[in-house]
């Protein structure tokens, strides 16, 4: 997500946490850095000098509590988050929730993921095609549910043609259901007809929710967009799409902050599963990185039985364990997602694309490496040496350079799982209050 922009902003905490001193010449560098970082990811120019104004101001006249490096990292953590607004939560209970959107901006598949979060939450949704227009969305919400085992509803299944028809018939027919989802027609621009149409289903409906799906790559004109639909429907909160695929995502956040709505749910990829809340100070905290332990906790707990669980956090970290462990961790998502929720920088860690691929074929070699090992090489893999590594490669097929993979996986898994144990007991964000500087020196 914006890995341009956390790129960016990582540099710049990197800088203040390596100066010998804090002073002004030291914050005005940062800001200029603030400042190319946000201007890059669309971010509207006015907020980008209010900003810039209250990081320098609050960063050189504030009375300190920390350090002098750490109070301005948290100036600059506590200023970002508020460009970000506040965020919409959608509650957990009985519900009919509309989604708005114009044509493009991800908000048929936005609805079969918002569906599978309600199901990942333990309640019952089913969704409602309104969308008489394009046959294909209805296809494509259909095949989507489908993939998901939730209840759809469209024109087919009622033979009527008129929305406010196809509507009701679903929310009838879906009544016993906790969270009824409703699917609008899109538009390729804001025109009379389609807010005339929304307006008559809201009314019908009366929905508890009300969303509107915005694409990211729109950039600063999600301000015009939210304003709009707001006036026609009066929109609850806001769903930004795309997030993995466009430098303007910056500008689609803070542009949303102006309109005074909040921001729900961001999606973050094309998986039914890349999904979440948006919370802003979870969401500065990976830009800055810092990690995301909550969300990498509420995943564990999401996706992993409890045994899983139990195995992938407990103290002990054999080659054995580490093969189980990956099993149960590919379950949580891809490593890449899963290692930018983790605070690193302590961890000193050099972490290549290649050890974000853990494929089905790597576990099998992993698998038959480990059998060529000693019960002693596998209960302690820090005495494999040069000529044990020659004996494992050759006894197991591979070649030495696999089986330092595997150790090298093993290694950065233990600091993972390490980092991991001991966070969730707290069950809490890392603050900035306190912040390790070893912690910050190594951002990757």
Do not use: W
């Amino acid at each position: 997500m914006l890995d341009r922009l956390s790129s960016s902003l990582k540099e710049a905490v990197r800088k203040i946490v390596t100066s010998k001193r804090i002073d002004k010449r030291t914050v005005d560098e940062l800001v200029r850095d603030l400042q190319r970082a946000l201007i890059q990811a669309d971010v509207k120019i006015s907020i980008v000098k209010e900003l810039s104004n209250r990081v320098r101001e609050r960063a050189l006249k504030e009375k300190l509590v920390l350090n002098p490096r750490e109070h301005v990292i948290k100036v600059l953590y506590e200023e970002l988050i508020g460009i970000l607004g506040k965020s919409v939560d959608i509650p957990l209970t009985k519900q009919k929730i509309l989604m708005v959107g114009l044509h493009g901006s991800g908000k048929t598949s936005s609805c079969a993921k918002l569906a599978r979060y309600f199901q990942k939450k333990g309640l019952k949704p089913a969704v409602i095609c309104a969308d008489v227009y394009r046959p294909a969305a209805s296809d494509q919400l259909k095949q989507l549910c489908s993939q998901i085992s939730v209840p759809f509803f469209d024109s087919n299944s009622c033979g009527k043609k008129d929305v406010i028809e196809i509507v009701k018939a679903g929310v009838k027919e879906f009544a016993r259901y906790d969270v009824q989802i409703i699917d609008t027609a899109g538009r390729h621009a804001l025109e009379s007809d389609m807010i005339d149409e929304l307006r008559r289903i809201s009314a019908e409906l009366s929905p508890e929710q009300r969303l509107l799906v915005l694409d990211a790559a729109i950039g600063q004109q999600a301000s015009r967009q939210a304003k709009a639909f707001d006036e026609a429907i009066g929109i609850t909160g806001i769903i930004i799409t795309k997030m993995d695929g466009t430098a303007k995502g910056g500008g689609a956040l803070s542009a949303v902050e102006e309109t005074g709505s909040g921001i729900a749910f961001l999606g973050t990829g094309e998986k039914l599963d890349d999904f979440e809340r948006f919370e802003p100070d979870r969401f500065v905290s990976r830009l800055l990185g810092m990690g995301d332990i909550k969300t990498l906790i509420e995943l564990a707990d999401e996706r992993l039985d409890k045994e899983e669980l139990e195995t992938t956090l407990r103290g002990k970290f054999t080659l054995n364990d580490l093969y189980a462990q990956l099993e149960a961790l590919r379950k949580m998502g891809p490593f890449k997602k899963l290692i930018q929720m983790l605070p690193l920088g302590g961890l000193d860690l050099n972490i290549d694309d290649a050890l974000y691929q853990v494929t089905e074929d790597k576990l099998k070699r992993f698998r038959v490496i480990m059998d060529s090992m000693t019960e002693e090489e596998r209960n302690e893999p820090k005495i494999i040496d040069g000529s044990r590594l020659r004996r494992i490669a050759t006894g197991s097929g591979t070649t030495t350079a696999e089986v330092k993979e595997l150790l090298k996986y093993h290694r950065m898994m233990q600091r993972m799982i390490k980092s991991f144990s001991s966070t969730r007991g707290r069950g809490k964000i890392p603050t900035m209050r306190g912040i390790p500087l070893k912690m910050m020196k190594n951002l990757k």
